[in-house]
Antibody, heavy 124, light 110 residues
């Protein structure tokens, strides 16, 4: 079964850091680009970041640029999101999502597989 | 990058058809054929319903269809069923090499 499972969420103080993980199974992880998408409580979806299959291409939303870092370990079938200098407005459920196209060259493709999400709460 | 514009809510009766619009600019929806649509039930992860404007992933009912005209994309659901009641989000690739979502539309099946 194709599956993505996020972990690492929790409560953190403003200015703090957190590292999210996403474990992939059931498909050849190293062949697919990956993304992080978040959803604040009661709000809509917001794309956060993209990483190509080989990690050679990375993009971020302006709202997280300079504070968040996306990475992956294809040997461990895992995707990561290092979040620093966290703000209250970063409070959200964070989803990892697979890009639908094999070896996609950029963040233009749709997201066909999603994890169940992990909640991040930034509050003092 | 501003969010794409969707109606906050739409409704329809079982068996009817509804259309949800998604309006952007020439820098996103109008500039690329990379519009996708997602369905999200409460407390669940989003599910891809349409990609590249009008393509359906395997397993998605053919009652769901997508189209685009200029800077506006549309999702049409025909033969409405109770299980279609959910939030729907559009998304588009942008000229800034990012993705932008719409604000979401709550579909109520009367």
């Amino acid at each position: 079964e194709v599956q993505l499972v996020e972990s690492g969420g929790g409560l953190v103080q403003p200015g703090g850091s957190l590292r999210l993980s996403c474990a992939a199974s059931g498909f050849t992880f190293s062949s697919y680009s990956m993304n992080w998408v978040r959803q604040a409580p009661g709000k809509g979806l917001e794309w956060v970041s993209y990483i190509s299959s080989s990690s050679s291409t990375i993009y971020y939303a302006d709202s997280v640029k300079g504070r968040f870092t996306i990475s992956r370990d294809n040997a461990k079938n895992s995707l990561y999101l290092q979040m620093n200098s966290l703000r209250a407005e970063d409070t959200a459920v964070y989803y990892c999502a697979r890009t639908i196209t094999l070896a996609a060259a950029g963040p233009h493709d749709a997201f066909d597989i999603w994890g169940q999400g992990t909640m991040v709460t930034v509050s003092s | 990058q501003s969010a794409l514009t969707q109606p906050a809510s739409v409704s329809g009766s079982p068996g009817q058809s509804i259309t949800i619009s998604c309006t952007g600019t020439s820098s996103d929806v109008g500039g690329y054929n990379y519009v996708s649509w997602y369905q999200q039930h409460p407390g669940k992860a989003p599910k891809l319903m349409i990609y590249d404007v009008s393509n359906r992933p395997s397993g998605v009912s053919n009652r769901f269809s997508g189209s685009k005209s200029g800077n506006t994309a549309s999702l049409t659901i025909s033969g409405l069923q109770a299980e279609d009641e959910a939030d729907y989000y559009c998304s588009s690739y942008t000229s800034s090499s990012t993705q932008v979502f719409g604000g979401g539309t709550k579909l109520t099946v009367l």
